[in-house]
């Protein structure tokens, strides 16, 4: 009877739990952040590879990783993006193909005895992640934190043309914009500027336009508004192909 009880009691706890605002605000919240737990979890073992035993040339340990680095790397490739990646997919299952064949590799040479093949192998095995890793992740903190306003906006508002919910956070989406044009690029990236600085302006503009039409209260004009700053959204993300 008390084990019964107990039961009773755990499960409506867990009930409550995910009927609970904060549990529902988790749950869309993930939706919208740009992060792959499956990938992230990949470092605890490629950390160790690429800043221990690769340069000390450690191959017993090297070959020592196979399980971990399968275990890990199976996860990889069953993840599931979140919503806000969705436009990556393509570009994340052709980085897992390489990076699948790179494990593959590695597995290979730490079978073998060729100890420069295995070295060989860890090398590409950490540029094939670094390579995954780049593939979905944000390039600037500003234009992440735009997205996932305009995620919302674009796939959940428009289709149901929640105009409301749209005006509601148009002046937001502005704000984002205006920091998305005063961003500062990384070295790396210093080619791409006046490219990027030329889209960034773009689509600030259209996020003004957007404001405009929230406040005019036109439904189908709010529509063509943000169909404008998602096209515009696209163009500043291919400045950085």
Same mark, same amino acid.
């Given at each position: ?36 737990? $499956?990938? %992230?979890? +990949? *470092?605890?073992?490629? !950390?160790? /590879?690429? &800043?221990?035993?690769? @340069?000390? #040339? ?83 903190? $500003?234009? %992440?934190? +735009? *997205?996932?306003?305009? !995620?919302? /906006?674009? &796939?959940?508002?428009? @289709?149901? #043309? ?80």
């Amino acid at each position: 009877m008390f084990k019964r009880a107990v039961i009773a009691s755990i499960a409506l706890i867990l009930a409550l739990a995910v009927c609970a605002p904060g549990f529902a605000q988790e749950q869309k919240s993930s939706e919208t952040e740009s992060f792959v737990p $499956e990938l %992230d979890s +990949f *470092h605890e073992i490629i !950390y160790p /590879i690429w &800043h221990d035993a690769y @340069p000390n #040339k450690d191959i017993a340990a090297l070959r020592g990783f196979v399980t971990q680095i399968e275990t890990l790397a199976g996860k990889i490739y069953a993840a599931t993006l979140p919503g806000i990646l969705r436009d990556k997919e393509a570009k994340w299952k052709a980085g897992v193909d390489e990076f699948r064949k790179s494990v593959e590799a590695y597995k290979a040479a730490a079978a073998g005895t060729d100890d420069q093949a295995l070295l060989d192998a860890a090398e590409t095995l950490h540029a094939k992640y670094e390579m995954l890793v780049r593939s979905i992740r944000p390039v600037l903190k $500003e234009v %992440d934190e +735009f *997205h996932k306003v305009l !995620y919302v /906006i674009f &796939h959940k508002y428009l @289709p149901d #043309k929640k105009y409301g919910e749209i005006k509601a956070v148009a002046a937001d989406l502005k704000l984002k914009a205006e920091a998305v044009t005063k961003a500062t690029l990384s070295k790396r990236l210093e080619s791409k500027a006046e490219a990027y600085q030329a889209a960034a302006g773009k689509l600030l503009e259209a996020t003004q336009e957007l404001e405009k039409a929230c406040a005019a209260g036109a439904g189908p004009a709010i529509e063509q508004a943000v169909e404008l700053v998602h096209t515009r959204y696209q163009a500043l993300e291919i400045v950085f192909d």
